[in-house]
Structures are given as structure tokens and as C-alpha cells.
């Protein structure tokens, strides 16, 4: 990461956003292979194509910090953009750059006043630029991979200023056992796996409806 940051720099200054992206592609495609010296491959079950030339909006279980890079690499044609907490806004070399200029929603969670004004500018600006939004709406990690609640503010914004999007359930599993034992040692041999189910469209549920298919069909494939 202290080797991609200036090139992150480098790429946002001579060739814009687009150059800036391609540069945390390939950052997030080292993070991936990283994590082989462990014996965790990241697998993808994807059965289901996805539509193009429109805005997504992922909604996944979060198990750890290793959720986001295959995320990044894996969907990089449709611009995945991430709804994050502003602490990880500073102080992190290339995460936080990246959150800072690469169009992240960075929000204060013991702030709800700041926090649904920045998710609303982020979603006009995902529909402005044909971008697409991951959002985990437990709100924070779960350390142990059983899901918790969905919170409904975050979806609830995105689907409002997009309702031509599309939602796309995630889920994912194993990656919490990369962290099982804290930040040191590091878990090894869990391979993580990350399961697309069938994209929905935004106007064809009321919201609560679609909130509640999105998290049972996120949380029936966590084991």
C-alpha cells in the first residue's frame, strides 16, 4: 500500500479519475494474490450476469477489511464505489487516499445528521457518473461471520436518488477467519468465497420489501 499511494497520486494527477481507477485495480489485484501466501483463495460463485450500462447497487455481510479488495477487482467494469466510515479517511497509506478521491461516501456514524446528507450526495454522484455503490448495511464487521441486522438508512438513500439501479445481494464467507485471532497471527487455509444471487430491480419491490429479500437472500448463504 506505501507503493501504490504515489502511484495513486501519479494517476489522479496526469490521467483524471479513469487513471486514478485503473491504479486501485491493480492495487486491489495484489491485495487478492496476497492473501495465496496464506492458503486463502478468493473464489467467486457468480451464475448470474449482471446488467450493464446501469448503476448497481451491491449489498453484502461484512467479515473483515479482506471483503473489499475482491469486490474492487472482481466488479471493476462497473466502477464499485464504498460506503465507509470517515475514519478510514486519514491515516492509511492508498486506503485512505483512495476513499478521500476515488468518490467514496466516508460517514460519521455518531453523527446520523452528516451521515444521511454525505450518503445523499454520494448517491447523486454514483447516478451522475454511471458509477455502481457497495454498501454493507450491518454497519460494522462481524468478527465471528454471523451476520447482524441491515440497517435500512444507507439502502434506503442509494434506492432513492437511483431507482433505475439494480441490487445485487452478496455474500460472503470466511474471510472474518483471516482476522480470527486478532490483527497477529493471521488465519490461514479459509479459502473466501463471495456468492452473487439474482440482481433486483430497484423499482420492482416497495423498499421494506426489497430490504427484507436482500437480507434473507444475503444471509441464507452465510455458513
Do not use: C
Not at 38 to 66: C, D, R, Y
Not at 131 to 141: C, D, K, L, Q, Y
Amino acid at each position: 500500500m506505501l507503493i501504490f499511494h504515489p502511484i495513486q497520486w501519479l494517476g489522479l494527477k496526469l490521467f483524471g479519475s479513469k487513471g486514478h481507477q485503473k491504479v486501485v485495480n491493480i492495487m486491489n489485484w495484489f491485495l487478492v494474490k496476497s492473501l495465496l501466501i496464506l492458503g486463502n483463495p478468493v473464489k467467486f460463485i457468480n451464475h448470474k450476469k449482471l446488467p450493464e450500462n446501469t448503476t448497481l447497487l451491491f449489498v453484502a455481510n461484512h467479515q473483515s477489511l479482506f471483503d473489499i479488495p475482491p469486490i474492487i477487482w472482481h466488479f471493476r467494469k462497473h466502477w464499485p464505489k464504498f460506503v465507509s466510515k470517515k475514519e478510514l479517511g486519514k491515516g492509511i497509506p492508498s486506503v485512505s487516499f483512495n476513499l478521500r478521491h476515488g468518490g467514496a461516501a466516508l460517514i460519521d456514524r455518531k453523527d446520523g445528521k452528516q451521515a444521511l446528507a454525505e450518503l445523499g450526495k454520494f448517491a447523486k454522484r454514483i447516478n451522475k457518473n454511471k458509477w455502481s455503490a457497495v454498501i454493507f448495511p450491518e454497519g460494522t464487521r462481524s468478527r465471528t461471520g454471523k451476520p447482524k441486522n441491515f440497517a435500512p438508512n444507507g439502502l434506503k438513500m442509494l434506492v432513492k436518488y437511483n431507482p433505475e439501479a439494480y441490487v445485487v445481494p452478496l455474500t460472503i464467507n470466511n474471510s472474518w477467519k483471516v482476522f480470527k485471532y486478532g490483527k497477529y497471527p493471521l488465519g490461514i487455509g479459509s479459502p473466501i468465497t463471495i456468492t452473487t444471487h439474482e440482481p433486483i430491480k430497484v423499482d420492482s419491490l416497495p423498499f421494506n420489501e426489497l430490504l427484507e429479500k436482500v437480507e434473507t437472500t444475503v444471509k441464507s448463504s452465510v455458513n
